[in-house]
């Protein structure tokens, strides 16, 4: 029994193969753009089910072959009745039609059931869904060419039940035969182009995960068969209705009007557009499925893939393209892992600097903030709770920084430097990097139970790639840097969890300036001169430290919601 999903994909899949005339294949379920959808879907049904639409598929598409086949063997019978009535439309000949009719029905019925049973392993093969092997990719590759060959079978079987029930007179057999001839080219080429788009779907199964760069069945081939139909086998026809009224076999034109070269330029017309048709969907559909892949690709969509289905140069282009997107895509997946290591306009600037040792001065605003006690919370704890912990954090602070515009340079520890105004310009990089101070003070206050300490400061600094040729990081260097790192120290026991210096406070816009107070002035370690140090006025008052415990529980289920979190509190004696 089948499921309401499988019965709807079912249906689904059978309208498909109703509407789908134009490229009747086993499978009957691949959509207007080749795409491999409709795979996916077919591939998730049963056996029987698959099973069920393979039939299906198969009945249609012999049913069309079949029906190509009689309308050939019809125009074939008409044309020759014409020839030998000297061109009137009339029923009685000397040519032995009966033998003709019949000959023109037997080979139908040989080239439709020799192109059945040629197709039964690659029905076989779809029903059980296995994975193809190299055999079978070139067993897919050559359906058209085997269906050519079961065609011409056909048709030779056709000539020779024709040779063995006329009465052999040799001027009809060879005029028979002339015409059984160029009738067997038309068919043949026509099957070309019919299986050929018919086991698309059956190549797209197959060739999944090929990289074969042969080519079977090229462009100019399928050219070539544009020519014989439409022009070649017409003017044939005409030239061997004419040689043989000159010889005497066939007999001359009766009345005014030459049905037979009427009859000639009628099937040079509808056989020249049927293959036009059939050529122009083989080579503008695997283009236009390209077309569609490349435009979603410039539109910044590099996921797409083009369904490899063509077995000309046109297929190998088809796995080209494809390979050029995997290539894109991992190009891309490693340029957002270096992003995420270096920051997205460090790995702009190493991609246009080709990797050279340089850098500028320039002013910027710097915050370096760093968590108080971290040692001795992460002496006894797993490793990896303290990583939990410390990737908390730094989700606040990344989160924040992002908002203002500025860059993480580097996480050292339990500590982050974050500059603003390089490698990104900004317009006013203090005031950037005070509201961010202020913002990430009350965030990490309000969602983290952790004693940090936040130091601003502003002023040059050395901005630019630092290390060796072989192996560099791009960084900040300068007294600015130094100074926000003891005013995060002293942050740590002052007035606020947050100290900007006087020069951070007086380049920034008078606006925010106002949010800030001056609270202590000092000569921070390792500096010579006085710093006067301000502090957000909504973060003056500290409230007490929470115990370790409580901290370590908090922040794990920050990190780690549910069951998890409660035994990993237990642990805190």
Same mark, same amino acid.
């Given at each position: 029994m089948l499921t309401e999903r499988q019965r709807e994909r079912a249906h689904s899949i059978a309208d498909r193969m109703d509407r789908r005339f134009k490229t009747i294949s086993m499978l009957g379920g691949l959509n207007e753009r080749g795409r491999d959808r409709d795979e996916v879907e077919i591939l998730e049904l049963d056996p029987q089910t698959r099973r069920a639409f393979a039939k299906r598929g198969l009945v249609i598409g012999g049913a069309i072959v079949a029906g190509a086949k009689v309308l050939i063997g019809i125009e074939t019978f008409v044309a020759v009745l014409l020839a030998f009535n000297g061109g009137r439309v009339e029923i009685h000949t000397d040519a032995d039609m009966g033998a003709v009719l019949i000959a023109l029905l037997f080979g139908t019925v040989v080239s439709v059931v020799a192109s059945i049973v040629l197709l039964l392993p690659q029905y076989r093969w779809f029903i059980t869904a296995e994975p193809a092997d190299a055999r079978r990719r070139r067993d897919v590759v050559r359906i058209p060419a085997r269906l050519v060959v079961a065609d011409v079978v056909g048709w030779v079987l056709a000539f020779? #039940?024709? =040779?063995?029930? !006329?009465?052999?007179?040799? @001027?009809?057999? $060879?005029? *028979?035969?002339?015409?059984? +001839? %160029?009738?067997?080219?038309?068919?043949?080429?026509?099957?070309?182009?019919?299986?050929?788009?018919?086991?698309?779907?059956?190549?797209?199964?197959?060739?999944?995960?090929?990289?074969?760069?042969?080519?079977?069945?090229?462009?100019?081939?399928?050219?070539?068969? #544009?020519? =014989?139909?439409? !022009?070649?086998?017409?003017? @044939?026809?005409? $030239?061997? *209705?004419?040689?043989?009224? +000159? %010889?005497?076999?066939?007999?001359?034109?009766?009345?005014?009007?030459?049905?037979?070269?009427?009859?000639?330029?009628i099937i040079?017309?509808?056989?020249?557009?049927?293959?036009?048709?059939?050529?122009?969907?083989?080579?503008?559909?695997?283009?236009?499925?390209?077309?569609? =892949?490349?435009?979603?690709?410039?539109?910044?969509?590099?996921?797409?893939? *083009?369904?490899?289905?063509?077995?000309?140069?046109?297929?190998?282009?088809?796995?080209?393209?494809?390979?050029m997107l995997d290539g894109l895509a991992e190009r891309e997946r490693m340029r957002d892992i270096f992003s995420r290591h270096v920051g997205d306009h460090v790995a702009q600037l190493a991609l246009e600097q080709d990797g050279e040792l340089v850098g500028a001065n320039t002013d910027v605003a710097v915050i370096f903030v760093d968590i108080t006690g971290s040692t001795a919370f992460a002496a006894d704890r797993d490793p990896r709770e303290t990583a939990v912990?410390?990737?908390?954090?730094?989700?606040?602070?990344?989160?924040?920084?992002?908002?203002?515009?500025?860059?993480?340079?580097?996480?050292?520890?339990?500590?982050?430097?974050?500059?603003?105004?390089?490698?990104?310009?900004?317009a006013d990089p203090a005031l950037a990097a005070l509201a961010a101070a202020r913002e990430l003070g009350v965030e990490l206050s309000e969602r983290l139970p952790l004693e940090w300490g936040m130091g601003v400061a502003y002023g040059r600094v050395f901005a630019g790639n630092i290390g060796a040729r072989t192996r560099y990081e791009y960084t900040v260097i300068g007294d600015s840097v130094n100074e926000s790192a003891r005013l995060s120290d002293l942050a740590k026991e002052g007035y606020s969890s947050v100290y900007a210096s006087r020069a951070a406070i007086e380049a920034a816009d008078p606006v925010e300036a106002e949010h800030w107070r001056r609270v202590d002035r000092q000569v921070l370690r390792g500096r010579v001169n006085v710093t006067e140090i301000f502090a957000p006025s909504e973060l003056l008052v500290r409230h007490e430290p929470p115990s370790l415990g409580s901290v370590l529980a908090d922040l794990v289920k920050f990190a780690m919601p549910g069951e998890r979190a409660s035994r990993v509190a237990t642990k805190e004696p």
């Amino acid at each position: 029994m089948l499921t309401e999903r499988q019965r709807e994909r079912a249906h689904s899949i059978a309208d498909r193969m109703d509407r789908r005339f134009k490229t009747i294949s086993m499978l009957g379920g691949l959509n207007e753009r080749g795409r491999d959808r409709d795979e996916v879907e077919i591939l998730e049904l049963d056996p029987q089910t698959r099973r069920a639409f393979a039939k299906r598929g198969l009945v249609i598409g012999g049913a069309i072959v079949a029906g190509a086949k009689v309308l050939i063997g019809i125009e074939t019978f008409v044309a020759v009745l014409l020839a030998f009535n000297g061109g009137r439309v009339e029923i009685h000949t000397d040519a032995d039609m009966g033998a003709v009719l019949i000959a023109l029905l037997f080979g139908t019925v040989v080239s439709v059931v020799a192109s059945i049973v040629l197709l039964l392993p690659q029905y076989r093969w779809f029903i059980t869904a296995e994975p193809a092997d190299a055999r079978r990719r070139r067993d897919v590759v050559r359906i058209p060419a085997r269906l050519v060959v079961a065609d011409v079978v056909g048709w030779v079987l056709a000539f020779s #039940v024709y =040779v063995l029930i !006329s009465d052999m007179r040799p @001027v009809f057999v $060879l005029s *028979v035969g002339g015409a059984f +001839g %160029l009738a067997a080219i038309t068919s043949g080429s026509l099957t070309y182009l019919f299986a050929e788009s018919a086991a698309r779907p059956l190549a797209i199964l197959a060739m999944r995960g090929s990289t074969s760069t042969r080519v079977v069945h090229g462009v100019r081939e399928r050219m070539i068969v #544009v020519w =014989v139909v439409s !022009s070649a086998v017409p003017m @044939v026809g005409l $030239l061997l *209705v004419n040689l043989g009224r +000159g %010889l005497g076999w066939v007999p001359p034109v009766a009345d005014t009007v030459d049905w037979t070269v009427i009859l000639l330029a009628i099937i040079a017309l509808t056989s020249g557009a049927r293959v036009v048709g059939l050529v122009n969907r083989a080579i503008a559909d695997p283009l236009n499925d390209m077309r569609e =892949v490349v435009e979603a690709a410039r539109n910044g969509d590099i996921s797409q893939r *083009v369904a490899v289905y063509d077995a000309s140069e046109l297929g190998v282009l088809q796995a080209g393209l494809n390979a050029m997107l995997d290539g894109l895509a991992e190009r891309e997946r490693m340029r957002d892992i270096f992003s995420r290591h270096v920051g997205d306009h460090v790995a702009q600037l190493a991609l246009e600097q080709d990797g050279e040792l340089v850098g500028a001065n320039t002013d910027v605003a710097v915050i370096f903030v760093d968590i108080t006690g971290s040692t001795a919370f992460a002496a006894d704890r797993d490793p990896r709770e303290t990583a939990v912990v410390l990737n908390a954090f730094f989700s606040i602070v990344a989160d924040v920084v992002d908002r203002h515009g500025g860059f993480i340079n580097k996480f050292e520890g339990d500590a982050a430097l974050i500059v603003f105004g390089a490698p990104a310009p900004l317009a006013d990089p203090a005031l950037a990097a005070l509201a961010a101070a202020r913002e990430l003070g009350v965030e990490l206050s309000e969602r983290l139970p952790l004693e940090w300490g936040m130091g601003v400061a502003y002023g040059r600094v050395f901005a630019g790639n630092i290390g060796a040729r072989t192996r560099y990081e791009y960084t900040v260097i300068g007294d600015s840097v130094n100074e926000s790192a003891r005013l995060s120290d002293l942050a740590k026991e002052g007035y606020s969890s947050v100290y900007a210096s006087r020069a951070a406070i007086e380049a920034a816009d008078p606006v925010e300036a106002e949010h800030w107070r001056r609270v202590d002035r000092q000569v921070l370690r390792g500096r010579v001169n006085v710093t006067e140090i301000f502090a957000p006025s909504e973060l003056l008052v500290r409230h007490e430290p929470p115990s370790l415990g409580s901290v370590l529980a908090d922040l794990v289920k920050f990190a780690m919601p549910g069951e998890r979190a409660s035994r990993v509190a237990t642990k805190e004696p």
